[in-house]
């Protein structure tokens, strides 16, 4: 079973700074891409920032500059450092991984998400 738990979330002033992780654990072969997605209130949920494992990464115009997604293959953590936090910020933080597990099968896993409310 693979589990990915996420920590760091809570309550900030507008200009703040918050710094997710999120540990993935269980019977892992390998992790692929791993992510951050959220869903604010009354809104889809989608893709903040993507990192490949060789590290390539990807974010979504309105974070680029202010959020920086790194990740640490040897400890299979994701991390997200967010700077100049914004009200609009303000939603569920998602995990996510593509992982193959020990059987080889693949497949995509998604913690259960941590707040982070930004207050202006």
């Known amino acids: 079973q693979v589990q990915l738990v996420e920590s760091g979330g809570g309550s900030v002033q507008a200009g703040g700074s918050l710094t997710l992780s999120c540990a993935a654990s269980?019977?892992?072969?390998?992790?692929?891409?791993m992510g951050w997605y959220r869903q604010a209130p009354g809104k889809q949920r989608e893709l903040v920032a993507t990192?490949?494992?060789?590290?390539?990464?990807n974010y979504v115009d309105s974070v680029k500059g202010r959020f920086t997604i790194f990740r640490d293959n040897t400890k299979n953590t994701v991390s997200l450092q967010m700077n100049s936090l914004k009200p609009e910020d303000t939603a569920i933080y998602y995990c996510?991984?593509?992982?193959?597990?020990?059987?080889?099968?693949?497949?995509?896993?998604w913690g259960k998400g941590t707040l982070v409310t930004v207050s202006s």
């Open positions: 269980g019977s892992i072969f390998s992790i692929n891409t």
């Open positions: 996510n991984a593509a992982i193959t597990n020990r059987a080889y099968y693949a497949m995509n896993y």
């Open positions: 990192i490949s494992r060789g590290g390539t990464t």
